[in-house]
Structures are given as C-alpha cells and as structure tokens.
C-alpha cells in the first residue's frame, strides 16, 4: 500500500510539470464528491491494528 501510494504521488509530480494543474482538479474532486476509494486509503493509512 505504501509503494503504491508513492507511486501515485511520483505520478502526480511528474504530471505536475505540464501547464495543466492536475493536483487542485483532484482535490476539488475529492472534496466535492467524497469518492469512496479516497475514505478507504484514509482509513488504511490510519488504521491501528
């Protein structure tokens, strides 16, 4: 889970580096529509056991 979250965000980095701001468009999605993969990471990275 954690390399693939790395993953993801060397993946966002690089696309970062075109004219088109892909990170805001993501998190406006995020907290407009509350998917449920983004609730399911959360509570993977914090889950206690």
Same mark, same amino acid.
């Given at each position: 889970m954690r390399i693939l979250c790395i993953l993801a965000l060397a993946i966002l980095s690089v696309l970062e580096i075109s004219p088109i701001p892909i990170t805001p468009? &993501?998190?406006?999605?995020v907290v407009l529509f509350r998917p449920l993969w983004f609730y399911e &990471?959360?509570?993977k990275i914090y889950n206690k056991n």
């Open positions: 468009i &993501l998190l406006i999605y &990471l959360v509570v």
